[in-house]
């Protein structure tokens, strides 16, 4: 399986101000996914991030709010931009693919909006 | 759609009896089933998976899980629990892109306590 990182790992942000999540991975991957699990919930899928392509995003998510980079087969970032108190969330990236479906996760960037 | 159901929130057992996390699936197709687990403060770290191999899988520490099409059903069950095994689990199912991974479709969690 695949070695995650997720930078920063906690961030304490005030509200209308943005905040920018690295996941960087130790083998190239073609694809990444992005997740916000909300306080006590489970995770709900936020996008689908391709290298050189436009992400994908699921219903209700939308790019002006969360845009997402993948200039590269190792790395994505995903920016929660002009944050509210109800961003407070975990955001996790995640790896995967192919025929086994099976995704590894990143342990999670916890996010508190002010 | 695909969609995934967990039938309790909250299970607490006795330190050494067994687990059963019930889990409850709907496809259209023969699926791909996942269980994680989370640690309180850690990430999602897979426990097992079924990919229509043999129905009866078999995962880390002790977990395994048993795919019956018939019940539409995947819980996940461990012979003696552990301290260590307290931690929320989450029963997954993937939806296929063609030619690609599948976007996973989470249940809503199951909070296992145990006590000692």
């Known amino acids: 399986s695949a070695v995650i990182s997720q930078k920063p790992s906690r961030d304490i942000c005030q509200r209308g101000t943005s905040l920018t999540i690295q996941c960087q991975v130790d083998?190239?991957?073609?694809?990444m996914f992005w997740y916000r699990q909300q306080p006590g919930q489970s995770l709900t899928l936020i996008a689908t991030?391709?290298?050189?392509?436009?992400?994908?995003?699921e219903s209700g998510f939308v790019i002006d709010k969360f845009p997402i980079s993948r200039p590269n087969l190792t790395f994505s970032t995903l920016t929660v931009s002009n944050l509210s108190p109800e961003d407070s969330s975990i955001y996790l990236c995640s790896v995967g693919g192919g025929r086994t479906d099976t995704q590894y996760f990143g342990p999670g960037t916890r996010l508190t909006v002010l | 759609a695909q969609s995934v159901t967990q039938l309790d929130s909250h299970v607490s057992v006795s330190e050494g009896t067994p687990v059963l996390l019930r889990c409850n699936y709907s496809?259209?197709?023969?699926?791909?089933l996942f269980w994680y687990v989370q640690h309180p403060n850690k990430g999602l770290q897979l426990l097992l998976k079924y990919t229509s191999a043999a129905t009866l899988v078999k995962g880390i520490n002790g977990f395994e899980a048993e795919f019956k099409k018939s019940e539409t059903s995947f819980h996940l069950t461990k012979p003696s629990a552990h301290m260590s095994d307290a931690a929320e689990y989450f029963c997954v199912v993937s939806e296929l892109f063609v030619g690609q991974g599948g976007k996973l479709i989470f249940g809503q969690g199951t909070e296992l306590s145990v006590k000692p």
């Open positions: 991030a391709n290298q050189g392509s436009e992400a994908t995003y």
């Open positions: 083998s190239q991957v073609t694809m």
């Open positions: 496809s259209s197709y023969s699926p791909s």
